[in-house]
């Protein structure tokens, strides 16, 4: 596997299924190239429930039984990941144009493992054809 796609959420499962939408929306041509590991940080029943419904094969969770915060919310979703390049996204980033596909592009024409972190408000101000 190529990319796993590490989110860190607590509470935010609306925001958060929409983005997940999204990003398998724009990787639809990469299934098998992907995951998405989502850190869930202690939200509140109805909010976990939520997130739990939207289990695919591309998406595996890391559920912790307290709040630990989100450094090391984000630490475990990092280590739980397969991918041989990680990108790290918040829950509310939403990846614009074609920034995911390009990426699973690139990396598959590099061989050397990264971990990717972007401000997608402004690499999409910086190349605004390409994203």
Request: hydrophobic share 40%.
């Amino acid at each position: 596997m190529i990319l796993s796609i590490c989110i860190p959420t607590y509470n935010n499962p609306d925001i958060l299924i929409e983005n997940i939408v999204l990003i398998k929306k724009q990787l639809s041509k990469f299934q098998g190239d992907f995951e998405i590991v989502i850190g869930e940080n202690f939200s509140n029943t109805e909010n976990r429930n939520k997130i739990l419904n939207i289990s695919s094969a591309s998406i595996r969770f890391v559920l912790h039984e307290s709040n630990i915060g989100f450094g090391y919310n984000l630490y475990k979703t990092m280590i739980e990941a397969n991918g041989e390049n990680i990108l790290l996204l918040g829950d509310d980033d939403f990846p614009q144009g074609s920034l995911l596909t390009e990426l699973i592009i690139y990396l598959n024409e590099k061989k050397d493992p990264k971990l990717f972190f972007f401000a997608f408000e402004h690499i999409t101000k910086l190349y605004p054809t390409r994203f």
